[in-house]
């Protein structure tokens, strides 16, 4: 299982490097570049909200055996 933790950090940086890309599409006119820079924008977001809901699962985990790890 990866790390939540570091899965946002990726989900933010693929966000940021997403919304660069969709930029200079708009600004070069290419709608390639631009639909290619949503996707990998996208991507990023779905990975940070995937990292929010696996820490929410280690939270309950944690909880339901008083902290221990299996």
């Given amino acids: 299982m ?3 933790s570091k899965d946002r950090v ?3 940086v693929k966000e940021g490097a997403g919304r660069v890309k969709s930029a ?4 070069t006119g ?3 570049t ?3 820079g949503q ?3 996208a991507a990023g977001q779905a990975q940070q909200g995937m990292a929010g809901i696996m820490e929410r699962v280690n939270g309950l985990i944690k909880n339901l055996t008083g902290g ?3």
């Avoid at 200079?24 to 600004?27: E, I, Q, T």
């Fill in 10 to 12: 990726e989900g933010a």
């Fill in 2 to 4: 990866s790390d939540p």
């Fill in 24 to 27: 200079a599409g708009d600004l």
């Fill in 34 to 36: 631009q639909a290619a």
């Fill in 30 to 32: 290419d709608s390639k």
């Fill in 68 to 70: 221990k790890k299996s």
């Fill in 39 to 41: 996707r990998v924008q």
